[in-house]
Nanobody, 116 residues
């Protein structure tokens, strides 16, 4: 059974940076795509960034230029580097994997809070 485990969330001041990591286990093969969604309180879950098997990336307009996704396919690991964080980035961030739009597998989520 595929499991995705996130790490790296926390509290950061506006303008700061955080790095989220996600490790996938339980699959004999590399999982593609992998990436991140987020869900703010009272809002729907939204795509943040994904990366497919040939390295193509897809970012939400709201994070372009601030967030960078990368992965180690051999280790089934995906990393989200978040810079210039804003209060509106506060949300639970979920690692995703597989499926057409990265929704076949989910992690449990990690809280990111941007506040002074």
């Amino acid at each position: 059974q595929v499991q995705l485990v996130e790490s790296g969330g926390g509290l950061v001041q506006p303008g700061g940076s955080l790095r989220l990591s996600c490790v996938a286990s339980g699959s004999r093969f590399s999982i593609y795509p992998m990436g991140w969604y987020r869900q703010a309180s009272g809002k729907q879950r939204e795509l943040v960034a994904t990366m497919d098997s040939i390295g193509r990336t897809n970012y939400a307009d709201s994070v372009k230029g601030r967030f960078t996704i990368s992965r180690d396919g051999a280790k089934n690991t995906v990393v989200l580097k978040m810079n210039s964080l804003k209060s509106e980035d506060t949300a639970v961030y979920y690692c995703c994997g597989g499926g057409a739009v990265c929704t076949a597998y989910w992690g449990r989520g990690t809280q990111v809070t941007v506040s002074s």
